[in-house]
Protein backbone atom coordinates (compact mmCIF):
# COMPACT_ATOMS: atom_id res chain seq x y z
CA UNK A 1 0.00 0.00 0.00
CA UNK A 2 1.26 3.34 -1.04
CA UNK A 3 0.73 7.07 1.34
CA UNK A 4 0.65 9.52 -1.69
CA UNK A 5 0.26 13.36 -0.50
CA UNK A 6 0.99 16.79 -1.72
CA UNK A 7 5.36 16.75 -2.13
CA UNK A 8 5.63 19.52 0.65
CA UNK A 9 3.23 17.50 3.08
CA UNK A 10 6.27 16.88 5.73
CA UNK A 11 7.12 20.68 5.50
CA UNK A 12 3.82 21.17 7.74
CA UNK A 13 4.97 22.08 10.95
CA UNK A 14 1.51 22.73 13.83
CA UNK A 15 1.88 26.24 15.08
CA UNK A 16 1.28 25.12 18.44
CA UNK A 17 1.08 28.08 20.83
CA UNK A 18 1.13 30.77 18.65
CA UNK A 19 -1.95 29.52 17.07
CA UNK A 20 -4.84 32.13 16.52
CA UNK A 21 -7.02 29.10 16.11
CA UNK A 22 -6.09 26.09 17.78
CA UNK A 23 -8.00 22.98 17.01
CA UNK A 24 -8.17 21.85 20.02
CA UNK A 25 -10.97 23.76 20.66
CA UNK A 26 -15.00 23.93 19.17
CA UNK A 27 -15.17 20.50 18.35
CA UNK A 28 -15.79 17.16 20.18
CA UNK A 29 -12.31 15.21 20.37
CA UNK A 30 -12.92 11.77 19.58
CA UNK A 31 -10.53 8.84 21.25
CA UNK A 32 -9.81 5.63 19.24
CA UNK A 33 -10.21 2.61 21.39
CA UNK A 34 -6.70 1.46 21.06
CA UNK A 35 -5.53 5.19 22.53
CA UNK A 36 -8.70 4.92 24.97
CA UNK A 37 -7.33 1.15 26.60
CA UNK A 38 -3.97 3.11 26.93
CA UNK A 39 -5.31 6.00 28.42
CA UNK A 40 -7.34 4.03 30.88
CA UNK A 41 -4.33 2.01 31.82
CA UNK A 42 -1.69 5.14 32.18
CA UNK A 43 -0.14 5.35 35.77
CA UNK A 44 -0.06 8.94 37.93
CA UNK A 45 -1.42 11.82 37.98
CA UNK A 46 -1.57 11.77 34.17
CA UNK A 47 -3.56 9.06 34.12
CA UNK A 48 -5.96 9.98 36.93
CA UNK A 49 -6.55 13.13 34.74
CA UNK A 50 -7.14 11.05 31.77
CA UNK A 51 -9.62 9.03 33.33
CA UNK A 52 -11.28 11.97 34.60
CA UNK A 53 -11.50 13.49 31.41
CA UNK A 54 -13.31 10.76 29.15
CA UNK A 55 -16.35 10.20 28.52
CA UNK A 56 -18.06 7.47 26.55
CA UNK A 57 -21.64 7.63 25.12
CA UNK A 58 -23.45 5.58 22.19
CA UNK A 59 -21.18 7.60 19.92
CA UNK A 60 -17.83 6.53 21.56
CA UNK A 61 -14.93 7.66 23.68
CA UNK A 62 -14.31 11.61 23.72
CA UNK A 63 -12.24 14.22 25.60
CA UNK A 64 -15.01 16.00 28.35
CA UNK A 65 -14.75 19.73 27.15
CA UNK A 66 -14.51 22.31 29.55
CA UNK A 67 -17.11 25.25 29.43
CA UNK A 68 -15.07 27.00 26.55
CA UNK A 69 -15.20 24.01 24.71
CA UNK A 70 -11.66 23.49 24.87
CA UNK A 71 -9.85 20.46 25.16
CA UNK A 72 -9.23 19.34 28.74
CA UNK A 73 -5.51 19.24 28.11
CA UNK A 74 -4.90 22.50 26.16
CA UNK A 75 -3.34 24.88 28.97
CA UNK A 76 -2.79 28.48 29.42
CA UNK A 77 0.48 28.38 26.99
CA UNK A 78 -2.08 27.11 23.99
CA UNK A 79 0.35 24.21 24.35
CA UNK A 80 -0.46 19.96 24.80
CA UNK A 81 -0.77 18.86 28.25
CA UNK A 82 -0.69 15.42 26.73
CA UNK A 83 2.35 16.25 24.70
CA UNK A 84 4.68 17.62 27.57
CA UNK A 85 4.09 14.55 30.10
CA UNK A 86 4.31 12.31 27.38
CA UNK A 87 5.33 13.16 24.32
CA UNK A 88 3.82 13.13 21.16
CA UNK A 89 3.15 9.16 20.75
CA UNK A 90 0.92 9.72 23.08
CA UNK A 91 -1.67 11.34 21.41
CA UNK A 92 -4.73 9.64 20.37
CA UNK A 93 -5.38 8.75 16.48
CA UNK A 94 -7.42 12.05 15.66
CA UNK A 95 -4.59 14.83 17.24
CA UNK A 96 -2.04 12.47 15.55
CA UNK A 97 -3.63 13.17 12.37
CA UNK A 98 -4.82 16.60 12.47
CA UNK A 99 -5.38 18.51 10.08
CA UNK A 100 -4.46 15.78 7.78
CA UNK A 101 -7.23 14.05 6.03
CA UNK A 102 -6.92 10.60 4.18
CA UNK A 103 -9.48 9.23 1.20
CA UNK A 104 -8.47 5.82 0.92
CA UNK A 105 -8.45 3.75 -2.08
CA UNK A 106 -7.65 -0.36 -2.55
CA UNK A 107 -4.02 0.73 -4.15
CA UNK A 108 -3.13 3.33 -1.46
CA UNK A 109 -4.25 6.30 0.56
CA UNK A 110 -3.91 9.97 -0.23
CA UNK A 111 -3.62 12.10 2.62
CA UNK A 112 -4.06 15.89 2.09
CA UNK A 113 -3.69 18.66 4.54
CA UNK A 114 -7.06 20.02 5.67
CA UNK A 115 -7.85 23.81 5.51
CA UNK A 116 -9.54 24.39 8.45
CA UNK A 117 -5.73 24.60 10.29
CA UNK A 118 -4.40 28.20 9.65
CA UNK A 119 -0.77 26.52 8.58
CA UNK A 120 -1.89 24.37 6.74
CA UNK A 121 -3.94 26.62 4.54
CA UNK A 122 -1.24 29.01 5.30
CA UNK A 123 1.06 26.78 2.97
CA UNK A 124 -2.12 25.45 0.38
CA UNK A 125 -2.31 29.25 -0.59
CA UNK A 126 0.99 30.55 -0.72
CA UNK A 127 2.46 27.20 -2.43
CA UNK A 128 4.18 28.86 -5.09
CA UNK A 129 4.44 25.69 -7.61
CA UNK A 130 1.69 23.66 -8.76
CA UNK A 131 0.82 20.75 -6.28
CA UNK A 132 2.56 17.28 -7.07
CA UNK A 133 1.03 14.30 -5.47
CA UNK A 134 3.96 12.01 -5.48
CA UNK A 135 4.31 8.46 -3.19
CA UNK A 136 5.25 9.38 0.88
CA UNK A 137 5.66 5.98 2.07
CA UNK A 138 5.75 2.33 -0.02
CA UNK A 139 5.15 -1.32 1.59
CA UNK A 140 5.85 -2.66 -1.49
CA UNK A 141 2.25 -4.41 -1.25
CA UNK A 142 0.54 -3.83 -4.65
CA UNK A 143 -3.72 -4.50 -4.40
CA UNK A 144 -6.28 -4.82 -7.95
CA UNK A 145 -7.93 -1.45 -8.07
CA UNK A 146 -11.42 -1.56 -8.89
CA UNK A 147 -12.55 0.08 -12.62
CA UNK A 148 -14.73 2.60 -10.81
CA UNK A 149 -11.42 3.96 -8.82
CA UNK A 150 -9.26 3.91 -11.61
CA UNK A 151 -12.14 5.99 -13.41
CA UNK A 152 -11.76 8.43 -10.51
CA UNK A 153 -8.41 9.19 -10.02
CA UNK A 154 -7.58 9.24 -13.76
CA UNK A 155 -10.64 11.89 -13.90
CA UNK A 156 -8.88 13.73 -10.93
CA UNK A 157 -5.86 14.24 -12.69
CA UNK A 158 -7.51 15.28 -15.54
CA UNK A 159 -9.37 17.33 -13.42
CA UNK A 160 -5.85 18.70 -11.65
CA UNK A 161 -4.07 18.89 -14.38
CA UNK A 162 -6.60 21.05 -15.88
CA UNK A 163 -6.29 23.31 -12.85
CA UNK A 164 -2.80 23.83 -13.10
CA UNK A 165 -2.64 25.03 -16.69
CA UNK A 166 -0.88 27.83 -16.23
CA UNK A 167 -1.02 29.16 -19.59
CA UNK A 168 -4.38 29.92 -19.33
CA UNK A 169 -6.29 32.20 -17.31
CA UNK A 170 -8.50 30.87 -14.15
CA UNK A 171 -11.65 31.00 -15.82
CA UNK A 172 -10.39 29.36 -18.89
CA UNK A 173 -9.63 26.23 -16.35
CA UNK A 174 -12.71 26.56 -14.22
CA UNK A 175 -14.42 26.53 -17.67
CA UNK A 176 -12.14 23.42 -19.11
CA UNK A 177 -13.15 21.49 -16.00
CA UNK A 178 -16.56 22.19 -16.17
CA UNK A 179 -16.04 20.85 -19.63
CA UNK A 180 -14.45 18.01 -18.65
CA UNK A 181 -16.75 17.10 -16.01
CA UNK A 182 -19.84 18.07 -18.19
CA UNK A 183 -21.69 20.14 -15.42
CA UNK A 184 -23.04 23.76 -16.04
CA UNK A 185 -21.80 26.94 -15.38
CA UNK A 186 -22.41 28.09 -11.60
CA UNK A 187 -22.24 30.71 -9.80
CA UNK A 188 -23.10 31.62 -5.97
CA UNK A 189 -26.61 32.87 -5.63
CA UNK A 190 -28.64 33.98 -3.30
CA UNK A 191 -30.45 31.24 -3.07
CA UNK A 192 -27.25 29.40 -1.91
CA UNK A 193 -26.21 31.66 0.63
CA UNK A 194 -29.61 30.91 2.23
CA UNK A 195 -28.95 27.40 2.24
CA UNK A 196 -25.34 28.36 3.76
CA UNK A 197 -27.19 30.31 6.48
CA UNK A 198 -29.64 27.55 7.53
CA UNK A 199 -26.57 25.34 8.08
CA UNK A 200 -25.24 24.21 11.43
CA UNK A 201 -22.67 27.09 12.15
CA UNK A 202 -19.13 26.57 15.01
CA UNK A 203 -18.23 30.34 14.19
CA UNK A 204 -20.89 32.91 14.80
CA UNK A 205 -18.74 35.58 12.89
CA UNK A 206 -19.44 32.91 10.10
CA UNK A 207 -23.15 34.25 9.30
CA UNK A 208 -21.98 37.95 9.15
CA UNK A 209 -19.62 37.07 6.58
CA UNK A 210 -22.29 35.85 4.56
CA UNK A 211 -24.79 38.43 4.84
CA UNK A 212 -21.73 40.69 4.00
CA UNK A 213 -21.21 38.54 0.65
CA UNK A 214 -24.72 38.85 -0.49
CA UNK A 215 -24.61 42.57 -1.31
CA UNK A 216 -21.36 41.93 -3.26
CA UNK A 217 -22.82 38.90 -5.35
CA UNK A 218 -22.43 40.29 -8.69
CA UNK A 219 -19.07 41.85 -8.59
CA UNK A 220 -16.03 39.34 -9.90
CA UNK A 221 -14.59 37.62 -7.51
CA UNK A 222 -11.48 36.08 -8.56
CA UNK A 223 -9.33 39.18 -7.95
CA UNK A 224 -6.28 40.15 -9.86
CA UNK A 225 -2.69 38.50 -9.33
CA UNK A 226 -5.02 35.57 -7.62
CA UNK A 227 -4.46 32.84 -10.08
CA UNK A 228 -1.82 31.05 -7.89
CA UNK A 229 -3.83 30.64 -4.90
CA UNK A 230 -7.01 30.34 -6.67
CA UNK A 231 -4.89 27.41 -8.57
CA UNK A 232 -3.74 25.66 -5.03
CA UNK A 233 -6.93 26.57 -3.34
CA UNK A 234 -8.77 24.18 -6.31
CA UNK A 235 -6.58 21.69 -6.35
CA UNK A 236 -6.86 21.30 -2.57
CA UNK A 237 -10.58 21.16 -2.99
CA UNK A 238 -10.34 18.59 -5.66
CA UNK A 239 -7.53 16.47 -3.81
CA UNK A 240 -9.95 16.55 -0.78
CA UNK A 241 -14.09 15.94 -2.21
CA UNK A 242 -13.41 13.92 -5.14
CA UNK A 243 -12.64 10.75 -3.68
CA UNK A 244 -16.10 10.66 -1.90
CA UNK A 245 -17.86 10.11 -4.95
CA UNK A 246 -16.60 6.31 -4.78
CA UNK A 247 -19.21 6.28 -1.84
CA UNK A 248 -21.72 8.70 -3.01
CA UNK A 249 -21.83 8.57 -6.85
CA UNK A 250 -22.02 12.56 -6.54
CA UNK A 251 -18.89 12.87 -9.09
CA UNK A 252 -21.00 15.83 -11.22
CA UNK A 253 -22.00 17.02 -7.62
CA UNK A 254 -18.74 17.31 -6.07
CA UNK A 255 -16.99 19.07 -8.94
CA UNK A 256 -19.33 21.59 -8.14
CA UNK A 257 -18.85 21.63 -4.84
CA UNK A 258 -15.13 22.04 -5.55
CA UNK A 259 -15.77 24.73 -7.85
CA UNK A 260 -18.67 26.77 -5.52
CA UNK A 261 -16.40 26.24 -2.31
CA UNK A 262 -13.70 28.58 -4.62
CA UNK A 263 -16.17 30.99 -5.16
CA UNK A 264 -17.18 31.12 -1.56
CA UNK A 265 -13.63 31.08 -0.15
CA UNK A 266 -12.46 34.22 -2.49
CA UNK A 267 -15.78 36.34 -1.86
CA UNK A 268 -15.62 35.54 1.62
CA UNK A 269 -11.79 37.01 1.35
CA UNK A 270 -13.28 39.83 -0.30
CA UNK A 271 -15.20 40.94 2.78
CA UNK A 272 -12.75 40.49 5.64
CA UNK A 273 -10.90 43.24 7.26
CA UNK A 274 -7.95 42.03 5.71
CA UNK A 275 -5.73 41.49 2.42
CA UNK A 276 -4.66 39.91 -0.44
CA UNK A 277 -3.27 36.80 0.67
CA UNK A 278 -4.19 36.85 4.55
CA UNK A 279 -7.95 37.21 3.81
CA UNK A 280 -7.60 34.18 1.84
CA UNK A 281 -5.94 32.30 4.13
CA UNK A 282 -8.68 33.46 6.84
CA UNK A 283 -11.90 33.04 4.54
CA UNK A 284 -10.40 29.36 3.42
CA UNK A 285 -9.80 28.50 6.87
CA UNK A 286 -13.43 29.58 7.92
CA UNK A 287 -14.74 28.06 4.83
CA UNK A 288 -13.51 24.67 5.82
CA UNK A 289 -14.36 24.50 9.37
CA UNK A 290 -17.98 25.79 8.59
CA UNK A 291 -18.52 23.03 5.61
CA UNK A 292 -15.12 20.97 5.05
CA UNK A 293 -15.80 19.72 8.33
CA UNK A 294 -19.35 19.16 8.58
CA UNK A 295 -20.71 16.08 6.67
CA UNK A 296 -24.62 17.03 7.35
CA UNK A 297 -23.63 20.47 5.41
CA UNK A 298 -21.16 18.88 2.81
CA UNK A 299 -24.36 16.76 2.05
CA UNK A 300 -26.44 20.03 2.12
CA UNK A 301 -24.26 21.52 -0.54
CA UNK A 302 -24.37 18.12 -2.37
CA UNK A 303 -28.43 17.80 -2.48
CA UNK A 304 -28.42 21.16 -3.63
CA UNK A 305 -26.62 21.06 -6.36
CA UNK A 306 -27.51 17.55 -7.35
CA UNK A 307 -31.03 19.42 -7.85
CA UNK A 308 -28.74 22.15 -10.44
CA UNK A 309 -27.84 18.86 -12.28
CA UNK A 310 -31.83 17.87 -12.36
CA UNK A 311 -32.83 21.63 -13.33
CA UNK A 312 -29.91 21.83 -16.30
CA UNK A 313 -31.02 18.66 -17.50
CA UNK A 314 -27.75 16.87 -17.33
CA UNK A 315 -25.77 19.88 -19.16
S1 LIG B 1 -5.09 24.52 13.97
FE1 LIG B 1 -3.17 23.78 12.97
S2 LIG B 1 -1.56 25.16 13.68
FE2 LIG B 1 -3.33 25.42 15.06
S3 LIG B 1 -2.99 24.00 16.79
FE3 LIG B 1 -4.23 22.89 15.28
S4 LIG B 1 -2.76 21.80 13.93
FE4 LIG B 1 -1.60 23.38 15.07
Known sequence: MRLIG??????????????????????????????????????????????????????????????QERCPFLNGEGLCDLIL??????????CRDHPRFRNFYSDHVEIGLGLVCEAAARQVVE?????????????????????????????????????????????????????DAEVPELSLT????????????LDPAWHGILSSMRAALSAPWLTEGMEKPAE????????????????????RERVLLCLLSL?????????????GREALIEAARLFSGEIE???ENVGALLDCLSETLEE???Q
Open 127 to 179: REEPLRLVTLEDDGVREDVPEEEAWLQAAQSRLLALAQHREASMPERIAAIRE
Open 293 to 295: YSD
Open 232 to 251: QLLCALLCRHLAGALEDGAY
Open 312 to 314: SGG
Open 85 to 94: EMGEDALCQI
Open 6 to 67: PEDMKAFRCLAGACRHTCCRGWEIDVDEESTARYRATEGAIGERLRANLETDETGTHFRLDA
Open 190 to 201: EDHLDLLMELEV
Open 263 to 275: EIIFRASAVLEME
